[in-house]
């Protein structure tokens, strides 16, 4: 049963600017009580007896994002079985929301439950190629955020994680950061 729920729509529709507006077809970016409706439906149907692992479950919008220590304060409320929470994002929003993040992470000590930060999507290390391709990010910024998802998964393994998802959507590995 999934009324009340969001049935249309990709990530990409609903990911927003994160400040909650609707985009121009009219929807709205999924927030936290929207996810933990979503979420309880989702499990209230769920085969968990004899699944060969715990849930993974992809989380789309970049409001749901911004509320990542809402969510995370939701999560433990909810009843759900320990699992893990992907999200995607853009570099230069990450460096925003490293406090959030880590304040997230502290939230989930003990319950089981792990934000990932996946498939970050990085461009390149090329000041000019950035510019000239008006991405609207520096080359030091997404270094700045791979050392901040890479420290915070040092300092909170349990409840945060970055490369075991996917890492970055071009590369697998950068091993000298």
Not at 54 to 81: I, K, T, Y
Not at 125 to 137: A, C, H, T, V
């Amino acid at each position: 049963d999934f009324s009340g729920c969001r049935t249309e729509g990709c990530t990409f529709c609903v990911s927003g600017a994160g400040d909650g507006s609707n985009d121009a077809n009219g929807l709205r970016a999924p927030d936290v009580e929207d996810a933990g409706r979503q979420l309880a439906a989702f499990f209230r149907t769920y085969p968990l007896k004899g699944a060969a692992g715990r849930p993974r479950l992809r989380m789309a919008g970049q409001l749901l994002l911004r509320e990542v220590e809402a969510f995370a304060a939701r999560l433990p409320g909810l009843g759900l079985p320990p699992s893990d929470f992907l999200f995607d994002a853009r570099m230069d929003y990450l460096l925003k929301l490293g406090g959030r993040l880590e304040g997230a992470a502290k939230r989930l000590k003990g319950t089981g439950h792990k934000i990932h930060i996946c498939l970050v999507g990085l461009e390149n290390f090329s000041s000019s190629e950035l510019q000239r391709m008006n991405k609207g990010i520096t080359a030091a910024q997404s270094l700045a955020a791979i050392r901040l998802l890479r420290d915070l998964e040092r300092k909170h393994p349990d409840e945060f994680g970055f490369e075991e998802h996917g890492f970055l959507s071009c590369w697998r590995g950068l091993w000298f950061l």
